[in-house]
Structure formats: structure tokens, C-alpha cells
């Protein structure tokens, strides 16, 4: 029963997070996304706490990137958690793929109060984590070795022991989100926004993978990812 709960939550949250932008043009949404996970990018790259050091030095041998502008978390006991944001891959050559859009929701249960809100960006660290993200809809940890769930201030001591995580999670933000786990979250394809941003047939592995569409409204983000 509480499986089932747990699953009826992070439904209900998925449902509310794409559901609450319906009075908003879907390619306005998915332009503004774009933008967001550039700004969210360019402020890890341009900041001075331990965070931002270690996520510039994961970030120049990362294979992938999912990058959620503005993941919110409201609590009355039983918390909820969401955002949507975009997955990009680098190819062989160094290039990063154009986005591909996707949800993160789920359940948080305890004792809570008040809400927060937080950029989250996570670095996925080999080819396998990347195609675990686009084959495997659904919750956070399938077909990855191993998740790291420190964010904020708590990630400079993590990576002395997690060296060898698929997925490393940064987060910008106060309060409840800070040293957040991120494994039993669900993430899940914004087959709306793909298809606003690109036309129809724009699956995340022929955006991400197979490289068949292409918007240049995506460039300064690509760009920003680039390492110096």
C-alpha cells in the first residue's frame, strides 16, 4: 500500500508540473526552459562556493548533463518535489546535442515545513548513465551504478568517496533542498514540449542520440556547456 501511495504521489506531481503550464504556448515553455538551464549552467560556472569548483571540474569530462532550472519542494507532511528541465549529451567530437525535454517529480514523506526552490543540474559521467536517462522513463537509479545524492555545501566531501558515481547531483538553493537524495525520484519525457520545440517525431534519442533535429534557439545553451 504504501508503494502504491508512493507511486499515486509522484503521478499526481508529474501531472500537476506539466498540467499547471496548459495556459502557456508549449514552445514559449520549452523556449524559456532553454534559457533557464543556461542561466542555471552559467552561474555553477561562474561561482565561487565548493559546489561550483567541483561541478566546473565534473563538467569537463561529463558525457551528459540533465539540468532542472527550478525544482520546487513544498512540504505539509508529506512533501512533493518537482520541476521539468532538459538532458543533453556530448558526441564524439565534443559537440553537445540539442535538449531534450524531461519532468523530475517525486514523493518526500516526514515531518516538514515551508517549501523551497533550487536549480539542479546532474552530470552524468559515462555513456551508460546518459542512455539510462533516455531508455529507462521512469525512477532515478535504473541501469546506474550509483547515485550520489549530495547537493549544496555537502558535495566537495562527497566526491572523496564517490569518485566513481555514473551520476553526480549539484544543487543551488537553501532549506530542505540541501543534502536532498535524489534516488526514488521519477523522471519522465515531456513528449509535448520535444514535439513544440521541434516538430513531430522528436524523440529524446533523435534529439540527444541520433542528432535529426535541431533548433538554434538551443545554441547559447550548448555553447555554455563548453569547457575553458
Known sequence: ???FLRLALVVLVIAGITG???????????????????????????????????????????????IFPNVTKAAFLVGVEGGSGVLLAR???????YPAFYTLGGPSFG??????SSGVVLVLRSRGAVDAVINNQGKVGAGVQMIVGEFGAGMKAATTTNVG????????????????????????????????????????????????????????????????
Open 165 to 228: 558515481a555514473d551520476i553526480v547531483g549539484f544543487s543551488h538553493g537553501q532549506g530542505v533542498l540541501l543534502g536532498a537524495a535524489l534516488e526514488g525520484s521519477f523522471i519522465g519525457r515531456r513528449n509535448d514540449l520535444n514535439a513544440a520545440y521541434y516538430g513531430s517525431g522528436a524523440t529524446p534519442r533523435a534529439i540527444v542520440r541520433d542528432g535529426r533535429f535541431h533548433n538554434p534557439q538551443a545554441d547559447a545553451l550548448r555553447q555554455a556547456l563548453v569547457s575553458e
Open 111 to 116: 515531518l516538514q515545513a515551508g517549501g523551497a
Open 20 to 66: 499547471c503550464a496548459q495556459g502557456v504556448d508549449r514552445n514559449t515553455e520549452a523556449s524559456g526552459l532553454v534559457d533557464a538551464a543556461r542561466w542555471t549552467v552559467e552561474s555553477f560556472k561562474t561561482g565561487h562556493q565548493d559546489p561550483d569548483q567541483v561541478f566546473r571540474a565534473n563538467l569537463k569530462t561529463a558525457e551528459g548533463v540533465v
Open 91 to 97: 558526441a564524439a567530437d565534443g559537440t553537445w546535442s
Open 1 to 3: 500500500m504504501a508503494s
